[in-house]
């Protein structure tokens, strides 16, 4: 494997966790109190939605940095998958506003929606593998890595 393959498969995750990593856990650092405030409005108590926002960047820093290493990658990933489809339910609702085709807050909050759910089949992605035959790899040891840098990958 050259250099370039690995940095290219590199890229390609850091890609993936961009969003989370440096950005969306920064918000999280920098603005808590309003992190805190936007959990409160989804689960509508000041105590859930702190340990709400502790967990969701435990979730950020960690998970990402395991994809990023490739340190137990696939479950990191299917954990991420997770926390995609969450984060949709819970801060995207687009079926509450009611304006969906007029075009107003409805309709950004679907587009959010799926693209956190998009995120959630490039996480699987690196979970599963792109075949049904690489699917087996997992469900037989979830806490493997997928070895991203190393010369032959793991199935």
């Not at 107003?104 to 759910?117: S, T």
């Amino acid at each position: 494997m050259t250099s370039l393959s690995v940095a290219i498969a590199f890229l390609v995750r850091l890609l993936l966790v961009l969003l989370f990593l440096p950005f969306s856990a920064l918000d999280k650092i920098l603005n808590f109190r309003g992190a805190v405030g936007q959990a409160k409005q989804a689960v509508h108590a000041t105590a859930p939605a702190v340990v709400l926002i502790l967990l969701g960047l435990t979730v950020e820093i960690g998970m990402s940095a395991c994809i990023l290493t490739g340190v137990a990658d696939r479950a990191a990933a299917f954990v991420m998958a997770g926390y995609c489809g969450v984060t949709a339910l819970l801060w995207k609702p687009f079926w509450k506003p009611g304006d969906f085709w007029s075009g107003g807050k409805g309709r950004e909050l679907f587009w959010d929606f799926l693209k956190n759910f998009a995120l959630a089949g490039g996480f699987l992605l690196i979970t599963f593998g792109t075949g049904a035959s690489t699917v087996e790899g997992f469900f037989g040891d979830p806490l493997a890595s997928s070895h991203p840098y190393a010369k032959t990958p793991l199935r």
